[in-house]
């Protein structure tokens, strides 16, 4: 089994930074592909980014691109989210995700395991 945790969500002004981590354990020796997918309440849950296992191919939502970087240490099991210059329309609880790595990763049905999800607010 794999479990994810997220953390380093929290309130910040617009044009601020958050990071935020998510650390992978159990069964972590399958080459998954990780992905942040983020929701606020009456929505659909959305994609965000995405890594493959390598690191060399990643994925962002149009929304984000420029501003977030995913990035992932498989040393340490361990998925990132820097997110810069943060905007309003970016809060969200954001939730960690990993899969097979087969399909289309921006899809929800691509992923196996989640995480609990982290708060991220942004003030105007």
């Known amino acids: 089994q794999v479990q994810l945790a997220e953390s380093g969500g929290g309130l910040v002004q617009a044009g601020g930074s958050l990071r935020l981590s998510c650390a992978a354990s159990g069964r972590t020796f399958r080459n998954y592909v990780m992905g942040w997918f983020r929701q606020v309440p009456g929505k659909e849950r959305e994609f965000v980014a995405a890594i493959n296992w390598i690191g060399s191919r990643t994925y962002y939502a149009d929304s984000v691109k420029g501003r977030f970087t995913i990035s992932r240490d498989n040393a340490k099991n361990t998925l990132y989210l820097q997110m810069n210059s943060l905007k309003p329309e970016d809060t969200a609880a954001y939730y960690c995700?990993?899969?097979?790595?087969?399909?289309?990763?921006?899809?929800?049905?691509?992923?196996?395991?989640w995480g609990q999800g982290t708060q991220v607010t942004v003030s105007s």
């Open positions: 995700a990993a899969g097979p790595g087969a399909g289309i990763v921006t899809t929800l049905y691509e992923y196996d395991y």
